[in-house]
Nanobody, 121 residues
Framework: QVPLVESGGGLVQPGGSLRLSCAVSGSGFRTYPMAWYRQPPGKARELVATITSGGVTNYGDSVKGRFTISRDNAKNMVYLQIDNLKPEDTAVYYC???????????????WGQGTQVTVSS
């Protein structure tokens, strides 16, 4: 069973905002890095943001200044605040434990179902 459940996606107009959530089950959450990935239609999955166990964050160049990753270790939750959404942000968004603290594509678990974000006017 995949211990990741993403939520919070939807249809948003350009310039809008969304807050994605990821519930992580299992022990040890506070000890490992987490990440958000996305897969645009017809394209490969890509890493967009990571956060270490201590809260240090890293972002892909295309999302810097617009995306904010955060975590609540008491609740086993990871969040992605997305502001100033653009049509090119349209994708299925996934969270996962990351095997690397930096911006390195290194997912640990099998993928969850993801949450669809569609940016369109």
């Amino acid at each position: 069973q995949v211990p990741l459940v993403e939520s919070g996606g939807g249809l948003v107009q350009p310039g809008g905002s969304l807050r994605l959530s990821c519930a992580v089950s299992g022990s040890g959450f506070r000890t490992y890095p987490m990440a958000w990935y996305r897969q645009p239609p017809g394209k490969a999955r890509e890493l967009v943001a990571t956060i270490t166990s201590g809260g240090v964050t890293n972002y892909g160049d295309s999302v810097k200044g617009r995306f904010t990753i955060s975590r609540d270790n008491a609740k086993n939750m990871v969040y992605l605040q997305i502001d100033n959404l653009k049509p090119e942000d349209t994708a299925v968004y996934y969270c996962n434990r990351n095997l690397h603290e930096g911006l390195v594509f290194a997912p640990y678990h099998d993928w969850g179902q993801g949450t669809q974000v569609t940016v369109s006017s």
